[in-house]
């Protein structure tokens, strides 16, 4: 059995690229081409993402329709900002190859790049 | 009361003043790993010392010099002799809060992190794509999975633990040649392979167990940038170091000027400096003994209690 995840960034994924709203019977309908999945799977994962505010729902007839709160783009650099941010819990748990710098710390470096073009390396 | 005294003097000595000494000096950046040692060895060193002091405190007037017993019943882990079991837990009591209070620490923080990790490999679930077409990065990383997000600010970070992962975002990809980004990868995979985040957590923890204690503040700020250091020097093992220069010098180009602006100021200028321009490390006995003295600290405070001036 797939990872409930997975099924997650499948719907999330249809949603961002089709930019409408859509019915659960759409969604299973189109990851029906690649792989049977049971529409109360779907539709149970679609509440999910609901529930955490990943989606937005308005009802049209017996169905829900679903969308999502905010663009695939605006979504990926909240979670980078995220990681990038200060939170010394998130320190503990990332390890970044660079943090923070200031402008004048990159310009040091670059000044320093610059000074030592081979530097570094055994002949 | 001297053993309490000479132990009072070791906490000033290990809270206070070695950590200012050790900031300064030199070697740490041509040995970063062995630095690291003697970071933690400091901070074991603090806390045997601080419940040698509690013990002491609720039995001034106990004899301690009774070989393996009485090295352990300082520790206040067995107890010699009839005390009875209200005495003996009485006893027992501050000198086990003493260790068990960073040790608590430790395990929250790295609860906390675990969660942190969890919550955000999550939502990278949702964006992230595998490292496929960067065929350079699966084969260079191993068996570790890399990912690649969506994102223009450049950015590589890993993600400790049992799923763990590499994380680049499309801002690094644009930035860093193949070489550039092979020895980055091989620097993330260093900090994932050396556990390097059971190092900062123990840090963190000791640092919010003992909040305002010089020692807890210059280790965070100090074992981060050696870490850092000791996953370079790693990486340069098998990848240019001048390649790994160039990344950081890069990364540090795309990333919007003052994010996340440290007040100390970023050990990125060392790092750069150090692979540009490398210093020979000390000798391979030099670390050793260095690592074995970082070993040995935990045990000095004991000297204070068992020692011809003791109790």
Same mark, same amino acid.
């Given at each position: +059995? ?9 719907? +999330? ?29 779907? +539709? ?35 979670? +980078? ?43 | 009361?001297?053993?309490?005294? #000479? ?33 933690? #060895? ?39 002799? &009839?005390? &009875? ?40 679930? *949702?964006?992230?794509?595998?490292? #496929? ?58 900090? *994932?392979?050396?556990?390097?985040? *059971? ?14 204690? @010089?020692? &807890? ?31 950081? &010098? ?6 919007? @000027? ?18 540009? *321009? ?34």
């Amino acid at each position: +059995m797939r990872r409930l995840g997975e099924l997650e960034a499948e719907i +999330m994924d249809r949603l961002w690229s089709w930019g409408r709203p859509a019915t659960v019977r759409e969604v299973v309908d189109d990851i029906n081409r690649d792989r049977p999945v049971a529409y109360t799977t779907v +539709m149970t994962v679609a509440d999910i993402l609901y529930g955490k505010g990943l989606l937005r729902r308005e009802k049209q007839g017996r169905a829900w329709l679903y969308e999502p709160t905010g663009s695939r783009e605006a979504y990926t650099a909240a979670l +980078m900002q995220e990681a990038l941010g200060a939170s010394q819990d998130r320190s503990a748990a990332l390890a970044h190859f660079i943090r923070e710098i200031s402008a004048d710390e990159a310009e040091v470096i670059r000044r320093l790049l610059d000074e030592h073009p081979a530097g570094g390396d055994r002949p | 009361m001297t053993g309490t005294a #000479g132990l009072v003097g070791y906490l000033l000595l290990v809270g206070l003043v070695a950590p200012a000494l050790l900031r300064r000096a030199s070697w740490p950046q041509r040995a970063p790993g062995s630095a690291v040692l003697v970071w933690l #060895g400091l901070m074991l060193s603090f806390v045997t010392a601080l419940g040698l002091v509690a013990h002491h405190l609720v039995e001034p007037e106990r004899h301690l010099h009774t070989g393996l017993l009485g090295f352990l019943h300082a520790c206040g882990l067995v107890h010699v002799g &009839g005390l &009875g079991l209200s005495a003996a837990s009485a006893a027992v009591l501050p000198p086990a809060a003493v260790l068990g209070w960073p040790l608590g620490w430790y395990g929250a923080v790295l609860l906390r992190a675990r969660r942190a990790r969890l919550e955000h490999l999550a939502g990278l679930e *949702l964006v992230a794509r595998p490292a #496929g077409a960067e065929a350079v990065a699966t084969v260079a990383v191993g068996r570790v999975r890399a990912v690649v997000v969506e994102h223009g600010v450049p950015a590589v970070y890993c993600l400790p633990g049992r799923r763990r992962r590499i994380v680049l975002t499309r801002g690094a990809l644009d930035v860093l040649s193949p070489e550039q980004l092979r020895a980055v990868l091989a620097h993330e995979h260093a900090h *994932l392979t050396g556990r390097h985040h *059971l190092v900062r957590a123990a840090v963190e923890a000791f640092a919010r167990a003992f909040p305002g204690l @010089p020692l &807890g503040a210059a280790a965070r700020v100090e074992t981060a940038a050696l870490l850092e250091m000791a996953a370079d020097d790693r990486a340069v093992r098998r990848h240019s170091a001048r390649a790994l220069a160039g990344a950081l &010098g890069a990364v540090a180009a795309g990333l919007a @000027p003052g994010v996340g602006l440290a007040a100390a100021g970023s050990p990125v200028v060392a790092r750069v400096r150090r692979l540009l *321009l490398p210093a020979r490390g000390p000798h391979r006995l030099v670390r050793v003994a260095v690592a074995a003295a970082a070993a040995v600290a935990p045990l000095v405070p004991f000297l204070f209690a068992c020692g011809p001036t003791g109790a």
